[in-house]
C-alpha cells in the first residue's frame, strides 16, 4: 500500500504513469488484436464513476495481472497522468479528464479513477481519445 | 424532397422480427432444394456469421471484462442484429471490429483509428449511439438513433469510414 493513498493524499501528480487492466479479445472479435474505445468506457449497468487504472507507483505490471479478478490472459496499457489531464479532442478542446486516487481506504493500493468533469459519465470522444493515447503504449504483459 | 429509391440511406432502424430466423431457414432451403452444398452468398454468408459473433457475445460470462461486468442482453442483441440487418440491405461494408460494451451494449468500428473513424454502440433494443472522428479535418460527431429513425446519417458516415478501413 502507498503511503500516499492509507494517509488520504488526494493528488496524483502529473508525471506518474498509471496501467489500465484489458481483458484477452474473445475468440469471435475480428481483428482480434484490436484496442477499442469499448475498452476505456464505464459499466453504466455498475454506475460506476470513473476508468479503473493502476498507478505504476504502487502496483507492478505483475500484481496487476495477477489480481484474483483479472482475467489469465489480460495485458496492461500505459499513460502518464499529465497525458490523460492535457488529453484533448480532434478538434483541439481539452476534454478536462482527471486522475484521482480511489484505493478504497488502503483494501484496494494502487488503485485510481479517470474522471471527467462529471462522475459517471465518459464521453465517446473521450473513450476513443483515450484509447488512442493507450494504445501508444503498446501491450505490457508479465513477461 | 426528391426521395431515391431503395438506397441504404433511407433505411430505416427497423426489421422484422422473424427476419433473423428467416435468412438462414431460406439460405439453407435453397441450398436443400438443389441437393448441393450449402454456400451461401458473400452477404448471407457474412449475416450468419454475424449472428453467431452476437450469439457469442450473449454468452459472454459474468465478469468478462475482469471487473464484474454482464454480457449484452438478448434484447440489446436482437436491436444489434435489427441494426445491422437495416444498414445491409443495400452497398455496405461489414464493420472491422464487433465487440461487447462494459455497459451491455454491442460495438460496431469502421475506418481507421488514426485517420477517420466511425463507432456504432446498439445499447438497448431500440437505441444506437454513435460516434465520427476525422483526425485529418478536425471533425467529431456523435448522436443517438431510434428505431424507426432515418439511418441516413449513419450510413452517410460509415460510407466515409470505410474507405479508411484496414487492420492494425
Known sequence: MSIEDSTGDDHIDDDEVVYLRVPPFPPFQKPQNWLTSANFKLDLRKNEQGLSVYRAKTRSVMQVLQDSNAIPGSFVVSATV????????????????????????????????????????ISKSASKNLRDLFARSGRITES | MTR????????????????????????RNDASRTNEPFIPTEAQAWLLSFIEEIEQLIRLPRGWDS?????????????????????????????????????????????????????????????????????????????????????????????HAQRFSRQQ
Open chain 1, 82 to 121: 499529465g497525458e490523460i489531464r492535457n488529453l484533448k479532442n480532434v478538434a483541439g478542446t481539452l476534454l478536462n479528464l482527471d486522475v484521482l486516487p480511489r484505493d478504497d481506504g488502503g483494501k484496494n493500493p494502487g488503485h485510481a479513477e479517470i474522471q471527467s468533469p462529471t462522475p459517471g459519465q
Open chain 2, 4 to 27: 431515391a429509391p431503395a438506397t441504404v440511406s433511407e433505411r430505416q432502424f427497423a426489421f422484422p422480427r422473424n427476419r433473423v430466423a428467416d435468412i438462414s431457414i431460406v439460405a
Open chain 2, 67 to 159: 471487473n464484474g461486468a454482464l454480457p449484452p442482453d438478448s434484447n440489446t442483441a436482437l436491436g444489434a442484429l435489427e441494426l445491422i440487418y437495416s444498414l445491409a440491405q443495400l452497398r455496405w461494408s461489414q464493420p472491422t471490429v464487433t465487440t461487447a460494451t462494459r455497459s451491455g451494449g454491442i460495438q460496431f468500428e469502421w475506418g481507421n483509428h488514426d485517420s477517420i473513424y466511425f463507432e456504432l454502440e446498439c445499447v438497448s433494443r431500440d437505441t444506437a449511439e454513435y460516434f465520427f472522428s476525422d483526425k485529418t479535418r478536425h471533425i467529431e460527431k456523435e448522436g443517438i438513433v431510434h428505431s424507426g429513425e432515418s439511418l441516413g446519417e449513419i450510413a452517410s458516415l460509415i460510407r
